[in-house]
């Protein structure tokens, strides 16, 4: 699988974007999708993931209630609706996958994309 985000950009607090991260493959149904980030000078950290049906998800606790991820199977796309961001969600963003259900370890990775939040 081969993944490739993008959606980052510069954004005011307070203010909203979504991510999207497109997956090559006929198999992408069968993945379990993350999204991680990383700031600068930190280490790279857990912030959602979902199911392969999109039945199920997973938010970091500093995220819960103002980001949400979802998927289109049809479109091999996974989404990140990130809402009320703050400076310290200033990070590249990643997706990542991996086969079966949600768990710590990914099997893919794709390309980071940059958000900036300013305060």
């Known amino acids: 699988v081969q993944l490739q985000a993008f959606g980052g950009g510069l954004v005011q607090a307070g203010g909203s974007l979504r991510l999207s991260c497109a997956a090559s493959g006929r198999t992408f149904s069968s993945y379990a999708m993350g999204w991680f980030r990383q700031a600068p000078g930190k280490e790279r950290e857990f912030v959602a993931a979902?199911?392969?049906?999109?039945?199920?998800?997973s938010y970091a606790d500093s995220v819960k209630g103002r980001f949400t991820i979802s998927r289109d199977n049809a479109k091999n796309t996974v989404y990140l609706q990130m809402n009320s961001l703050k400076p310290e969600d200033t990070a590249v963003y990643y997706c990542a996958a991996k086969q079966g259900s949600i768990g710590p370890e990914y099997d893919y990775w794709g390309q980071g994309t940059l958000v900036t939040v300013s305060s």
């Open positions: 979902i199911s392969w049906s999109g039945g199920s998800t």
